[in-house]
């Protein structure tokens, strides 16, 4: 059983560019978390998705970021006209039901 | 909003001292998750906390949830180089389906 893949695993965009996270949860996963962690710092909610769902935003910046978890294939974080500020891993975590979330290894974007 | 704090952000031991992070919330939670994310790596669940008092051993990791599920610590004893990491605590408020994370406690083994 694949564990929750994430690619591409580093990503370099120029300010503006736009920014295409992609996480295929583990088989079976029907949960998807989107987390942002910077450099010695924790991780920061972004989104949980379920199949076709969003069912908590909270933590994404209104403008610029979207997420999508369809039907078929794996869910997607976007990120519109990146700037700097946006460089940071990225981490998607799945879960079958509300328990504990499986990692994947993660997108480092980079803005320059 | 509900906020997790751990304590400390950074620890140095020698090899083979002890190591204790501490995790508190400001809200009352219906679980803790402890997860483990070496330098450079991803987050790795460690264990699942759920009942008042409940604690929990793996091997020389010990986890405990307070009575008042509002705090928990994860202690390791005898610490080796290869426990090296960022230890983070994750509590889900009642009612809530996402984990809160604490920033995490970075343990450095110096052997």
């Known amino acids: 059983n694949a564990g929750v893949m994430q690619n591409p695993r580093h990503l370099v965009r120029r300010r503006g560019q736009e920014a295409r996270l992609r996480c295929s949860p583990m088989?079976?996963?029907?949960?998807v978390y989107w987390y942002r962690q910077l450099p010695e710092e924790g991780l920061k909610f972004m989104v949980y998705?379920?199949?076709?769902?969003?069912?908590?935003e909270s933590g994404m910046p209104k403008e610029r970021f979207s997420a999508e978890f369809p039907k078929e294939g794996p869910s997607i974080l976007r990120i519109q006209q990146v700037v700097r500020g946006d460089s940071a891993a990225y981490f998607c975590?799945?879960?079958?039901?509300?328990?504990?979330?499986?990692f994947g290894q993660g997108t480092r974007l980079t803005v320059v | 909003g509900q906020q997790v704090m751990q304590i400390p952000q950074y620890q140095h031991v020698q090899e083979g001292e002890d190591f204790t992070t501490y995790c508190n919330s400001s809200t009352t939670l219906s679980n803790i998750q402890w997860y483990k994310q070496r330098p450079g790596g991803h987050p790795v669940f460690l264990i699942q906390?759920?009942?008042?008092?409940e604690v929990k051993k793996q091997k020389r990791l010990t986890f405990q949830f307070g009575e008042a599920k509002k705090n928990s610590s994860l202690h390791i004893t005898a610490t080796q180089t290869t426990d090296v990491g960022t230890y983070f605590c994750?509590?889900?408020?009642?009612?809530?389906?996402?984990?809160?994370f604490g920033r995490g406690t970075s343990l450095i083994v110096h052997p």
């Open positions: 906390l759920v009942k008042s008092g």
């Open positions: 994750a509590g889900a408020a009642g009612g809530s389906y996402i984990p809160t």
């Open positions: 998705l379920q199949k076709e769902n969003i069912i908590d």
């Open positions: 975590a799945s879960s079958p039901v509300v328990t504990e979330a499986f």
């Open positions: 088989k079976g996963h029907s949960h």
